[in-house]
């Protein structure tokens, strides 16, 4: 089992609609979890990180996070085209001890 | 304020000749990371640096990968000698300490292809 999974898509939704993204952990001891967006050819650009249960908004995005379930979900609201891209979820502060990545899911926004 | 500085941004070489990466941190971050990323995959850490020491280099092919971090600044990452497996795109990255909250950002990388 992977550390962290994520559905790698491609996620397709209509321009307007809510994206919703989602990732699952296996280290129950995680503190710390981040979503990045990552254009491709470009690096990885933190868009949110959230450390407690329940929602965290920022803009058009809100993060969830529930550590009983070892589940955290982005959401985005009025979807863009310029929100194509790959979203990569991170966790830290397990026994790993690292920023651990999941391997992105691949959202396009269709116009 | 700049961001994480690497170079070169793209690199082709034939196998078994060495290649090396640079990287500028952000000003003040204390810590550097560099991560190798696969097509398809997310970013994993090779090694990180807490000012000129490497704390976590488990992950670094220590047979032909090597790395440092002269005065807690710069860095630098080798291959020698660079196999096929290698292509990839390097990506360093920095923040202001280790904790797990601390924001980590990421230079633009190098992306490497061995033939």
């Known amino acids: 089992q992977k550390e962290v999974e994520q559905n790698s898509g491609p996620l397709s939704v209509p321009e307007g609609a809510i994206a919703s993204l989602n990732c699952t952990y296996s280290d129950r001891g995680s503190q710390s979890f981040f979503w990045y967006r990552q254009y491709s050819g470009k690096s990885p650009e933190l868009i949110m990180f959230i450390y407690s249960n329940g929602d965290k908004e920022d803009g058009r995005f809100t993060a969830q996070l529930n550590k009983a379930s070892q589940y955290v979900s982005l959401l985005i609201r009025d979807s863009q085209p310029s929100d194509s891209a790959t979203y990569l979820c991170a966790v830290n502060g397990g026994s790993a001890r690292q920023l651990t990545f999941g391997s992105g899911t691949q959202l396009t926004v269709l116009p | 304020e700049a961001g994480v500085v690497q170079s070169p941004r793209y690199k082709i070489i034939e196998k078994k000749q060495p290649v090396a990466f640079w990287c500028n941190p952000i000003?003040?971050?204390?810590?550097l990371y560099w991560y190798r990323q696969n097509l398809g995959q997310g970013p994993e850490l090779l090694i990180r640096y807490e000012n000129e020491e490497a704390v976590d280099d488990s992950q670094l092919p220590k047979d032909r990968f090597s790395a440092e971090r002269l005065k807690g600044v710069d860095s630098t990452l080798k291959i020698q000698p660079a196999e096929l497996g290698d292509s990839a795109v390097y990506l360093c990255a920095s923040s202001l300490d280790v904790t797990s909250r601390e924001t980590q950002y990421f230079g633009p990388g190098t992306r490497l292809l061995v033939l």
């Open positions: 000003s003040g971050h204390n810590t």
